[in-house]
């Protein structure tokens, strides 16, 4: 079964070709990156407009790459939220319709089942069921994956996601967007130990998270010490940086491992933006190995934000049978 899988939950237009939900016959990203650099986020009108711009180039383009036609489609797969609303209406528009013209079955997926789905495009995926992260630019939460449509919420943040806190803090130290890559990168040259922000971990038995109080710590530190001419030293932003991506990581990892533990599983899957930060899989892999469990992480490209890992799951509920009606509407926030 071919399926054509098409995402445009936030800033990206992406759209792959994905057969029989496991090999990746095409895989394209349009990134906005350069529209949103100066403004420091992703402003949504602008977002939206794009693409409507770029919709019908790159799903040309990824029926192209993959060599294949429109009616060797076996199937849409579209993402339906949680997103931008405004994103996510032009590619379940264009997806509707496409549907419509061509007489293709249409699917609904959830984004984040997308994203923790990810891992199932790997030669060596884990097996049911694991404790599933998901760290993106919206949310940090956790589950027990029972398998496709099975999942169960652990806990989530109460207030912002780790990739927001991570967006949020490049924006204050003025690094640029997104902040996530930048920061990464910064601080493998700087002291993760140099400040010693907040752990938020709140009670020992939630498994919710909590980034704001970091975040102000931040702010608060960088307040205190103003901004010489010329812009802060090289060597500050770095320890700060450094010290605030430790903090965030020994949340994460920390939370995650006493999941596993408490649902008595040995297999971790991380999934997107954030599982992208090199500190993040490295101390997530070291910490799980000691406890005997084994981390799942799909490579940085299928972390952030595509559309194959729609695909992985608009084939499973295809084969199922499972169609969307044309009245499917799209929902900035939505349950999994
Ligand atoms: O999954 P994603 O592409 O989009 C959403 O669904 O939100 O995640 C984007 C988020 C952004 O906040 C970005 O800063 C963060 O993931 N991110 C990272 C890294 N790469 C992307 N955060 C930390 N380290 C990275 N290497
Ligand atoms: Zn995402």
């Given at each position: 079964m071919r399926v054509l899988a098409i995402d445009t939950s936030c800033d990206d237009t992406a759209a792959a070709v994905i057969l029989n939900g496991r090999r990746i016959l095409s895989n394209i990203i349009s990134s906005q990156n350069p529209i949103h650099q100066k403004y420091g986020g992703v402003v949504p009108e602008l977002a939206s407009r794009r693409h409507i711009e770029d919709i019908v180039l790159i799903v040309n383009e990824a029926l192209e790459a993959a060599q294949v036609?429109?009616?060797?489609?076996?199937g849409i797969a579209v993402t339906q939220?949680?997103?931008?609303i405004g994103s996510l209406l032009v590619g379940l528009s264009f997806a509707k319709s496409l549907s419509f013209a061509a007489g293709i079955p249409l699917v609904g997926v959830n984004h984040i089942e997308g994203h923790l789905s990810?891992?199932?495009?790997?030669?060596k995926p884990p097996r049911f069921p694991f404790v599933g992260l998901v760290v993106s630019g919206g949310h940090t939460s956790l589950f027990r994956v029972n398998g496709f449509g099975d999942y169960r919420r652990l806990g989530q943040t109460r207030d912002d996601a780790a990739g927001e806190a991570f967006d949020k803090v490049a924006k204050l130290l003025r690094l640029?967007?997104?902040g996530g890559p930048i920061i990464d990168e910064l601080s493998k040259?700087?002291?993760?130990?140099?400040i010693r922000f907040p752990?938020?971990?709140?009670?020992?038995?939630?498994?919710d998270f909590s980034f704001s109080g970091l975040k102000t710590a931040v702010v608060n530190f960088v307040k205190v010490s103003p901004e010489p001419v010329g812009g802060y030293p090289q060597e500050l932003v770095r320890n700060i940086v450094s010290s605030f991506q430790e903090a965030v990581v020994e949340v994460l990892v920390k939370k995650t491992l006493r999941a596993a533990e408490h649902q008595e599983l040995r297999r971790i899957v991380l999934s997107g933006?954030?599982?992208?930060n090199s500190c993040l899989r490295q101390r997530m892999e070291e910490e799980a190995l000691q406890q005997k469990r084994k981390v799942y992480i799909p490579p940085p490209e299928f972390c952030t934000d595509n559309a194959a890992m729609i695909g992985v799951v608009g084939y499973e509920y295809l084969k199922r049978g499972i169609r969307s009606p044309y009245s499917m509407n799209a929902f900035s926030t939505l349950d999994i």
């Open positions: 036609q429109l009616k060797e489609i076996d939220g949680p997103g931008l990810a891992i199932f495009l790997e030669e640029g967007y997104p040259t700087g002291d993760p130990k140099a752990r938020p971990s709140l009670s020992k038995n939630s498994f933006g954030v599982a992208a």
